[in-house]
């Protein structure tokens, strides 16, 4: 099962052993140090699962994770942590929290726990209202949505399709699609006096 987590904690050391435990399961990880970067992830709608570390110097495991859930019900929410409260995790739950992964983090409850809730996450993207309807794929959605946020500048269908390797009208679908979901802007090209079809470039929302 294609997933997309992220990682968000102070000790690199620990972003790089979460990284490279995602990738040996065939998982897409982000990792950063910074909350304000993860929080983009969960706006941007570009994760399944986010694993927080409840010990952040400048916002709080808690606050990361309030905010996030007030930007998405469906992303799985993951906190790391030696902790063992039940204090704590009753806060953590109720600021939004899904479940917990203990530190020393270690590759097999790693590997069983994002199983475990990469269900609930697909779970949740398919009872959301704007999940996407039939003929559209969850992790071409992403890629196409990961292409318009690398690219400077607009691009259109055929650069798109080429790019990622899709036929035209599969790439024009999922280009329109975002447009029609709020995630993408498309943009008239100005003719400049030449007849035909007008043409039309893709961006991200700002």
């Known amino acids: 099962m294609s997933l997309y987590l992220g990682a968000l904690d102070d000790d690199r ?49 808690a606050e990361v994770i309030r905010r996030a859930r007030e930007m998405s019900g469906s992303v799985v929410l993951l906190v790391l942590t030696v902790e063992e409260s039940p204090t704590v995790a009753k806060e953590l739950l109720l600021t939004g929290a899904d479940d917990f992964v203990s530190k020393p983090v270690r590759l097999a409850d790693f590997a069983s726990r994002i199983r475990l809730h990469g269900e609930l996450a697909r779970y949740r993207r398919d009872m959301r209202k704007d999940a996407p309807r039939k003929g559209i794929s969850e992790a071409t959605l992403r890629r196409v949505q990961d292409l318009l946020r690398e690219e400077e500048a ?24 975002l447009v029609e979901r709020g995630s993408a802007l498309r943009i008239q090209e100005d003719p400049e006096g030449k007849p035909g079809r007008p043409r039309f470039r893709y961006c991200r929302v700002p």
């Open 13 to 61: 050391s620990i972003l790089y052993t979460l990284e490279a435990m995602a990738v040996s399961q065939g998982w897409e990880m982000h990792t950063t140090t910074d909350p304000e970067e993860a929080l983009s992830w969960i706006r941007e709608d570009r994760l399944d699962i986010l694993l927080v570390d409840y010990h952040m110097p400048v916002l709080s495991g």
């Open 154 to 177: 607009p691009s259109d269908v055929r650069a798109v399709a080429t790019a990622l390797g899709l036929a035209y009208p599969t790439a024009h679908r999922y280009l329109e699609y």
